[in-house]
């Protein structure tokens, strides 16, 4: 079973995330109908043009529309109370990913996706993506340092058995007292050095770090997430798309929940003093065969 490519298509500098609801006035077989106009969507028509695509389905209307292919240990996402901190939910019943190399070509299929599923879902969010400094986010930091490489990246990231994976998707605006920090004080909050990324030695490493509340071990074994995070907004308000992926749920679970400081140790990341989530929702992200079952063939 072939995981969807566009999770793993690195390099592209314009991304567009969408997330749909379901028409509630919308005809009985809605879900099929929305299933089926974003399987085609990873059809020719979208990679002709150099494009990549992801996309996702709330749980429930996966399980509901593709009972075979079902998630049952995937659950929507439901707000996380921590110390003095919320992450809310905002779960919808669908997500596209449209990455290019040009802004013009991706807002074009996106507008084309958003006018075929008309009839049958609306547009609940959209945040357009973008590329800061290679390879930083906007708080200046080098992201994805940790991510698995190319060659491990599809062990984390997908579930062996059925070539589908889990996505976290989540909004966190940056807050503009990040850049009062020094260069020192935010390195302490991440975790890390801010030119090249080095990790702060254990003995200095604050428990409050973003890596600290993040490096979650299991049985000896540190958990793994595979992360394609990038930047949205303008000067003024601006911040992180979260794009998180991983085979299983509770990778990712455990890690909000540290993050927010919801676990037993109640410790809270510092990073949440500086940014905040404004969303929150969890994907099943089908296989590609999974998909291909609802994109009808050519003449048929
Ligand atoms: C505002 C939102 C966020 C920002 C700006 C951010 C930024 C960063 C940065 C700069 C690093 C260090 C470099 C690296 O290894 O990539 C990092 C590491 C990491 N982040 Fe985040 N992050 C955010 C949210 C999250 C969330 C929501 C999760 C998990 C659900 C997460 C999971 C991780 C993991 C697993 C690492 C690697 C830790 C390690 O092994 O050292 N991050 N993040």
Known sequence: MQPQPGIFSLGNTEHCFIELDRRPDAAAGADAALVI????????????????????????LWASV??????????PFEAITGSGFEMPATQHDAWFW???????????????????????????????????????DLTGFIDGTENPSMLEAQAVAVRPEDGSSVLLFQ??????????????????????????????????????SHVARTVVENDGEELAIYRRNVGYGGPT????????????????????RRMAGATEDGIRDALTRYTTPLSGSYYVIPSVDALARFVPLEGG
């Open 98 to 136: 449209i990455a290019g190399g040009q802004r013009d070509i991706v807002f074009d299929s996106a507008v084309r996706v958003i006018d075929r599923v008309s009839t049958v879902a609306t547009v609940a969010s959209e945040l357009q993506g973008w590329v800061y400094r290679h390879d930083r």
């Open 66 to 75: 593709a009972p075979e292919a079902a998630r049952a240990d995937v659950s």
């Open 237 to 256: 308000e601006h911040g992180t798309a979260f794009v998180g992926f991983c085979a299983t749920q509770h990778p990712l679970d455990i890690m909000l």
């Open 37 to 60: 106009a974003l399987a085609s969507l990873a059809g020719p028509q979208t990679s002709a043009g150099g494009l990549s695509v992801v996309v996702g389905f709330r749980p429930e």
């Open 171 to 208: 909004k966190w605006r940056h807050l503009p007292t990040w850049r009062s920090l020094s260069d020192h004080d935010q390195e302490q909050v991440i975790g890390r050095t801010k030119p090249d990324s080095i990790q702060l030695a254990d003995d200095v490493l604050p428990e409050t």
